[in-house]
């Protein structure tokens, strides 16, 4: 039961352009989203979060969309650079919970 | 600041056999998770450890199992080995629990053949 879904597994984005990934979740509890990006061979770190009470946060180029009443989030990369080309995983946790639901990761090609 | 550190990076073993994996949490993070990945699958969540006890745990079968010591290192073994258990393993350390923070080592890849 995939309760974080990334139903688009590639994106290819011209540099320069914008990246826009998508995320879908169905637990109505979770009140927290984050971003992770991960390149070959090493563990994910840490993008951008936001809190379920927020529908909008920024930090230099990458903004997190909320979407509650859709149950939906997207990530915006502006502009896109051949440095971001790596797989994004969205992710979700519920209030003092301690684990994280991950989705199944959408892989950005920025291309030069 | 030394980051979270995963031992092995790769590992081979024989279907039936068993293994341990090893997790170094960053200095003064009591909590350690755990996580598989697998294509397809995304990140899967298997345990989570706070001071030496297993405060939550995933959907998967009693031959996966985890401990804590009282340094916040980690151990997790996984007995009689699969061929799906062939995966890469996360481990993930945070301060406390909730809201994120956590920070991610760079797995065991694990082949079972």
């Known amino acids: 039961d995939q309760q974080v879904k990334q139903n688009s597994p590639s994106l290819s984005v011209q540099e320069g352009r914008i990246s826009i990934l998508n995320c879908d979740y169905t637990?109505?509890?979770?009140?927290?989203f984050l971003w992770y990006k991960k390149y070959p061979a090493e563990g994910p770190t840490f993008l951008i979060s936001i809190s379920s009470i927020k529908d909008k946060n920024e930090d230099g180029r990458f903004t997190v969309f909320l979407n509650k009443s859709a149950k939906h989030l997207s990530l915006h990369i502006v502009p896109s650079q051949p440095g971001d080309s790596a797989v994004y995983f969205c992710a979700a946790t519920t209030p003092g919970a301690n684990n994280l639901f991950f989705g199944t990761g959408t892989r950005l090609t920025v291309i030069p | 600041k030394a980051g979270v550190t995963q031992t092995p990076r790769y590992l081979i073993k024989t279907r039936g056999q068993q293994v341990t994996l090893s997790c170094s949490p960053i200095s003064g993070h009591r909590s350690v998770s755990w996580y598989q990945q697998t294509p397809g699958q995304g990140l899967q969540f298997l345990f989570e450890y706070f001071s030496e006890t297993q405060r939550n745990k995933g959907n998967f079968p009693g031959r996966f199992s985890g401990r804590q010591f009282s340094n916040s290192r980690s151990e997790m073994n996984v007995s009689t080995l699969e061929l799906g258990d062939s995966a890469l393993y996360l481990c993930?350390?945070?301060?406390?629990?909730?809201?994120?923070?956590?920070?991610f080592g760079s797995g065991t890849r694990l082949t079972v053949v």
């Open positions: 993930a350390s945070s301060p406390d629990s909730g809201g994120g923070g956590y920070t």
């Open positions: 637990n109505s509890m979770f009140d927290y």
